[in-house]
């Protein structure tokens, strides 16, 4: 079973940049679609990023293209989600998930595994 950890969650300005990484242990970490999620106070947890396996297909919301980029590094296992011009809207727990067995890229039911989540505060 693979266990995926965030990290590089943060208080910033509006405009700032995180990097957001999510590292997996066990499993085969190669062969999963890895996605970023994103869920505010109050509201449904939303697709954000999405690579394929191969990390030669990227996927993202409308809210964050051109500001956000997801890559991986396989030698690493780890996937990270690059983060710039940060809006207050983009407040939110960060999640990273794996899916197995590929699917929706941007879909919840998509993904297996789960991270426990990282905090990003922008404020205004």
């Known amino acids: 079973q693979v266990q995926l950890v965030e990290s590089g969650g943060g208080l910033v300005q509006a405009g700032a940049s995180l990097r957001l990484s999510c590292a997996a242990s066990r499993g085969t970490f190669s062969g999963y679609d890895m996605g970023w999620f994103r869920q505010a106070p109050g509201k449904e947890r939303e697709f954000v990023a999405a690579?394929?396996?191969?990390?030669?297909?990227?996927y993202y919301a409308d809210s964050v293209k051109g500001r956000l980029t997801i890559s991986r590094d396989n030698a690493k296992n780890t996937v990270y989600l690059q983060m710039n011009s940060l809006k207050p809207e983009d407040t939110a727990v960060y999640y990273c998930a794996a899916a197995p067995w590929g699917g929706n890229p941007a879909a919840t039911q998509t993904y297996r595994y789960w991270g426990q989540g990282t905090q990003v505060t922008v404020s205004s």
């Open positions: 690579v394929r396996w191969s990390g030669t297909m990227t």
